[in-house]
Every structure is written in C-alpha cells, then in structure tokens.
C-alpha cells in the first residue's frame, strides 16, 4: 500500500514536469490530446524487483506523457497472457507494450493487435512481426559481459554451473553467449545445468542450485543471468558454507541485489545490468513514437554496463539512487527520444 501511495506520488510530479516540458514543443496527434489516449502493458512476468522497477518506469513514462495507462499482469500464464492482448484490444486501446512472454502464445495475439490498428511494441519477447519493434538490453552483451569478468576474475579453465529456462527471449540471447564462451574457451566445462520460473523464482532456483552444488563440489563458478536466479544460487551457496569457495555472475540489477552483493564474503561478485526502469520508459517512448507517425526503429535497445562487487564497495553505493550517481547511464538512456517528448521527473 505504501509503494501505491508513493508510486501516485511520482506519477503525479511525473506529470507535473511533463505538462511543463511539453509547452516548449507541441506533441504531436493524438498525443497533444494525451487524456484521450491509452496504453496497456501486457504482462508475463512481474515477480522480482527488476520487473517493479520495470513497471515503475513504465508508469512514469505514461504519466509524464498524460496518457491512461492499463496494466495486465498474467503471473506467467502464456494462454492468460495471449487472453489479456485481446482484452486490450477489446478495450480499443491506442497503444500495447507486450513485455515478455512466449513467442508461440504472443506471435498470433500481437498480429490480432496489429491488424486492429493498435500500435504495438515487445519488451524481451520475440513475436516474430516486422511491423512491431522490439525493445530490449541487448541481452547478448549482458550475458557476454558477465562472462568476460568471470573469465577475468577466474581464468579461461574452470568448472561451472549454468542457470537456463528455454523459450524466453532474453535468457534465449544470453544464453547464445554462454555456448559461445563455452567454445571459444574449452577449459570452461558446464557441470551442471538447472532453472525454473516457478514461484517463488529465486527460492526454486536455490533448491536447484542447492542440489547442483551437493552433487558437484568442483563447481567454483555458477552463471546465473538474471538476478533472481543469482539470488538462489546465493541463498544455496550460503547454506552450504560455499560462498568463500565459489563466484556467480549475473545480470540485471536492483537495490536488494546490491544488498546481496555487498555481504560480507557475498559470492555474488559481478552482474551486467540497465536500470530498469529506464528500459520501461524507453518501452513507453517507442510506442509513444509510432502513435506519433515517427519510427522508433526495429530494434530499441539500451545498453548494459558492467557492475562488479568491488566497485559498490569502492564507491559504497547502497541503492539504485547511489549507483545512478556513479553511473549517469542508469538515470538515463538517449534512447526513443523526440524533442517533444515530456521526461519523467529527475
């Protein structure tokens, strides 16, 4: 309730900023009418603090904007998902964010979309459709990065563990750049292989991680690229007694990722991440941009940045706020921009 009450907070200074900004340069149809607009965000995943973050952008975005926005949260139901498109566009919304999903349950919902004239963007999910553009973290950079510091903190010879769920687009694309590590560097061996997307993620992924560990005590990396798989694999190598005797690499970022990286002896020494909630914002600005007759292009990407264990400490950076000042690029990204374009507040 308290984040309700705040996140109303920022929304309407969002706004407040935004109907200021938008005076220099009048938006163009329909959005110099923004009341009469609305867009929905169609959700797949929501559990994790990347997704709030996420979100929060998203609805900063829109307010600072002035449009309605709707949100469908499905909790990981692919055919709920595919349902909730319809409802948006039951709903004769102007506008649909899709953020990620399945490419067999999304594909055939965003074309009914489409040819409803509803303009449509994708975040992390591949709906196989060259009128909507695709947004994402350049996942394979996130994922290739991580893997570099790993190499670097390690050496090209190690045994690992690897954490994976097919069938997701941006696991898919991290995923491309594990095999290719892998093959560039045959010292590296894959012992053990798990992942789950079950609820709680970060507690099935520890029992996993947990059973991975026992059976392969030579494990001395574990690549987990998303946070809430790190974090399981963090709350299993802490039960273990292991975090002294191992390191895991991941991707994406929160305040309690930060937290969790900056233990005392925390095995978590390095994730590749945007802020993301600037990724939402840019998600609402590429629609913003094709309800404006403007082309976002086919790919909107945000570029990722490596943080490691030893620069929070360095810098005693606590929260998103104090790695936003280190790092400008997670306050903001010069990504789907247009001079007429409102900012949320800063």
């Known amino acids: 309730m308290l984040r309700r009450h705040f996140m109303a907070f920022a929304s309407a200074a969002s706004l407040a900023l935004g109907a200021g900004a938008a005076t220099a340069q009048e938006a163009p149809a329909p959005l110099d009418t923004p009341e009469e607009v609305t867009i929905a965000l169609v959700r797949y995943l929501s559990t994790g603090d990347f997704f709030q973050a996420y979100l929060s952008g998203v609805e900063t975005q829109a307010a600072a904007l002035g449009v309605n926005l709707r949100v469908f949260d499905s909790r990981q139901d692919a055919a709920l998902q595919a349902d909730m498109v319809d409802q948006a566009i039951a709903l004769g919304v102007d506008g649909i964010i899709i953020q990620h999903g399945l490419t067999e349950s999304m594909r055939e919902a965003a074309q009914r979309a489409v040819d409803a004239g509803i303009k449509v963007v994708a975040f992390d999910v591949n709906v196989e459709n060259a009128a909507i553009p695709q947004v994402e973290q ?182 998103m706020e104090d790695l936003g000042a280190k790092m400008p690029q997670f306050q903001h990204a010069d990504v789907a921009m247009a001079d007429w374009m409102p900012l949320p507040a800063r």
Do not use: C
């Open 138 to 319: 350049s996942d394979y950079l996130l994922g290739k990065l991580a893997l570099e510091q790993a190499i670097k903190d390690n050496g090209d010879s190690f045994a690992a563990g690897y954490v994976y769920v097919p069938g997701i687009a941006p696991l898919d694309r991290r995923h491309a750049a594990w095999e290719e590590v892998k093959t560039a560097n045959p010292g590296i061996t894959e012992e053990a292989r798990i992942g789950t997307l079950d609820n709680p993620i970060a507690n099935a992924n520890a029992n996993q991680a947990r059973a991975a560990l026992q059976a392969n005590p030579n494990i001395s990396v574990f690549f987990a690229p998303y946070n809430e798989f790190a974090k399981g694999v963090k709350i299993a190598a802490d039960e273990l007694g292991l975090s002294g005797e191992m390191s895991i690499y991941s991707a994406d970022i929160s305040t309690a990722d930060i937290a969790l990286m900056r233990e005392p002896g925390s095995a978590w020494k390095a994730t590749v991440a945007t802020n993301p909630a600037v990724v939402g914002e840019v998600s609402v600005r590429a629609l913003a941009l094709m309800l404006a007759g403007e082309d976002p292009g086919a790919s909107v990407i945000v570029p990722p940045t490596l943080i490691t264990q030893a620069f929070l400490n360095d810098n005693d950076i606590r929260n």
